[in-house]
């Protein structure tokens, strides 16, 4: 069992838990990622790892409430246990000879490119931050991404807070202005990266794009983050989750994730069902 030391809401949608793992703790690196159960007969879900801390021995996890078993956990309170959390898992992000850096996050795929921007910070790297959210109510880790940027953009598409807009557009802008980036990384929503990527294809820039939002049951067993990158089938989970932007088939990806749609909405209306029998 692993204890719940801190549990925070961080929007409406969006919470972070801190839990007690020291073996996880100890090895995780960015852009890593768990696999936990919220309880002996929960499923297992992947969850990235969003932060460290080696000397109390905890691990980050930030997630959206969604579905069923995000749910389920976001029901624990600080100080409760969760079943299982097994990791580290997944290739860490590629930081080698990479001086300068642009990572482009989308709502709570924010919360994976945090580690990664505050690990080529960390590296000595120049560090640009560009994160898109619908709005000002979804937004989250402003403060965390301003320590560990040389420069943040912040952006929301109606306009409620920072720039209104989508992040393409000062990620181009920054290009046609000269910065001259080693890589850009991105995570968010699948379409977001598909833009992203062809954003910067025609200037050549190498861009990372992690594939979390696809994975399952992180083993490669399900075949659920099955895709197709440079021609070769891949597996989110155990050849990833970080590929080349430029091979990705983003509308294969898009299309197998709607495949799970039907269940996580059963899923979702069951629990909804068990949770208002359990208060009355």
């Known amino acids: 069992m692993y204890r719940i030391a801190v549990k925070r ?9 801190e839990i007690e793992a020291p073996l996880v ?5 960015a852009g890593q990622f768990i696999i936990l159960r919220v309880d002996a007969d929960g499923e297992r879900i992947p969850l990235t790892v969003a932060g460290c801390d080696t000397l109390k021995g905890t691990v980050k996890i930030i997630f959206q409430v969604v579905g069923g078993t995000t749910m389920r956990l976001n029901t624990k309170k600080q100080g ?11 290739c860490p992000t590629r930081t080698d000879g990479i001086k300068k850096v642009c990572i482009v996050g989308g709502g709570v ?3 994976i490119a945090l580690p990664v921007a505050q690990k080529f910070h960390d590296l000595g790297a120049e560090v640009h931050s560009i994160i898109g959210f619908r709005n000002k109510d979804l937004l989250i880790l402003e403060d965390e991404f301003k320590a560990c940027s040389d420069k943040l953009t912040v952006m929301t598409d109606d306009g409620s807070y920072g720039r209104k807009g989508v992040v393409t557009e000062p990620l181009k802008e920054a290009i046609e202005a000269g910065e001259n980036y080693d890589e850009v990384i991105t995570i968010g929503p699948l379409i977001m990266m598909k833009f992203v990527v062809a954003t910067t ?3 050549n820039i190498p861009t990372t794009v992690s594939m979390n939002p696809i994975m399952i049951d992180g083993t490669g067993m399900c075949g659920g983050c099955r895709l197709t990158v440079g021609g070769k089938t891949k597996f989110a989970c155990v050849d990833g989750p970080d590929f080349n932007g430029f091979e990705v088939d983003f ?3 898009m299309a197998r994730g709607t495949m799970y749609a039907d269940f996580e909405r059963k899923e979702r209306e069951e629990f909804c069902n068990l949770f208002k029998k359990e208060v009355k």
Request: proline share 9%; hydrophobic share 40%; aromatic share 8%.
């Open 201 to 203: 294809k025609p200037y």
């Open 251 to 253: 509308d294969e990806a």
């Open 109 to 111: 795929g924010c919360a």
């Open 80 to 90: 409760e246990y969760i079943q299982d959390f097994v990791g580290p898992l997944g």
């Open 9 to 17: 809401e961080l929007n409406p949608t969006v919470t972070m838990m």
């Open 25 to 29: 703790a100890a090895k995780a690196q």
